[in-house]
Nanobody
Framework: QVQLVESGGGSVQSGGSLRLSCTASLSTRGGYCIGWFRQAPGEEREGVAVIDVNGSTTYRDSVKGRFTISRDNAKNTLYLQMNTLNPEDTAMYYC??????????????????????????WGQGTLVIVSS
């Protein structure tokens, strides 16, 4: 099992930036799928961006070019740099990991995941509010 703790959420105006952090209890040096998900009010939880066991990244179409996922293995920390935020990005953002997901499943999490299924371990979430 892995424990995940997110931080960095807050309120920002449209066009602004935020960086989320997720500290993991296991090394982030590879070996498992880890990424960011979000849930807007009244909506299903969806994938945002992931890093797979090989270090490859996948993004949801709506955030490509605006969000960047990265990791600092020395700190066991995953980041999500969010630029050019808009009100549609308002959501609770969660860090999650699947210790057994192959690269194809990991990429699917980012592109098509919806709901609460899958073999994912979740953090507690951090709230991002983008005002117009």
């Amino acid at each position: 099992q892995v424990q995940l703790v997110e931080s960095g959420g807050g309120s920002v105006q449209s066009g602004g930036s935020l960086r989320l952090s997720c500290t993991a209890s296991l090394s982030t040096r590879g070996g498992y799928c880890i990424g960011w998900f979000r849930q807007a009010p009244g909506e299903e939880r969806e994938g945002v961006a992931v890093i797979d066991v090989n270090g490859s990244t996948t993004y949801r179409d709506s955030v490509k070019g605006r969000f960047t996922i990265s990791r600092d293995n020395a700190k066991n920390t995953l980041y999500l740099q969010m630029n050019t935020l808009n009100p549609e990005d308002t959501a609770m953002y969660y860090c999650a990991a699947d210790l057994s997901a192959p690269p194809g499943t990991c990429a699917w999490y980012a592109r098509e995941y919806s709901g609460t299924g899958g073999a994912l371990t979740w953090g507690q979430g951090t709230l991002v509010i983008v005002s117009s």
